[in-house]
């Protein structure tokens, strides 16, 4: 766990209720995630991807002033563009992903803001495109069942003018779904923060999700 104090953030329009907020949050990923508060980093996953079962919560406290649009980058490992991990061993899979987080107002203990449907998120990297890649003795990235979707992340996603319209919903999981999941009994989850990710928690690997919340 580690703490990072973001700088004040500046809104070109101020709202009548622009009073800053404190606000601790609470990131779990399966296997790393970035946010960004209103377009300025906020906290980078410390687990870097490539440890192996890089499960961890994060904690950060940070101040803004509302409106507050999260983003969050979030990654499952793959080893290379087939989606697979643990390539040519026993144990070669695609992998599965999941996201789970919670904002809550650090004086009042209120929740704010929970990883949940009203969350749009962007699937930008998925793969395999077919799952008997898995099983292939050869898997090759970009060949046949180990083809990939790749699509490029947008610039200004991260920031409150994007408009984020025409991305999908997240697709809940339930916590069964995601597993396993170190760390993630390390945090009091609200009963409303969800576990998030792409439709396929095991072949979408690259997602962007975002909220605005006023
Ligand atoms: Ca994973
Ligand atoms: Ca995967």
């Known amino acids: 766990m580690r703490t990072i104090i973001a700088a004040p953030l500046i809104l070109t329009v101020a709202p009548v209720f622009a009073e800053p907020l404190t606000i601790t949050a ?3 990923a399966d296997n790393w995630f ?3 508060v209103n377009g300025t980093k906020v906290l980078e996953d410390s687990v870097p991807i490539t440890t192996e079962r890089s499960f961890n919560a994060e904690t950060v ?3 803004v002033e509302p409106p507050m649009t999260i983003a969050i980058k979030a990654m499952d490992f793959k080893e290379n563009d087939s989606g697979l991990e643990y390539i040519g061993t026993g144990r070669q899979q695609m992998g599965d992903g999941g996201l789970i987080a919670q904002f809550m107002d650090a004086v009042t203990g209120e ?3 929970v990883t949940d449907d009203t969350m749009r998120c962007l699937v930008v990297h998925h793969a395999p495109i077919d799952r008997a890649c898995e099983r292939s003795g050869n898997p090759v990235a970009g060949q046949g069942a180990c083809g990939f979707e790749m699509t490029a992340e947008p610039e200004d996603w991260t920031l409150p003018a994007f408009d984020p319209s025409d991305w999908p919903q997240a697709t809940l999981h339930s916590a069964r779904a995601v597993d396993p999941k170190d760390g993630y009994d390390t945090i009091s ?4 923060a ?3 990710w792409g ?4 072949r979408d690997n690259t997602i962007l999700c ?5």
Do not use: G, H, K, Y
């Open 26 to 28: 609470d990131i779990w």
């Open 34 to 36: 970035e946010m960004s």
């Open 194 to 196: 969800q576990f998030i």
């Open 111 to 113: 929740t704010i803001a």
């Open 210 to 214: 975002r909220v605005t919340i006023e």
């Open 61 to 63: 406290t940070f101040t």
């Open 189 to 192: 989850w609200s009963p409303q």
């Open 199 to 202: 439709p396929d928690l095991e």
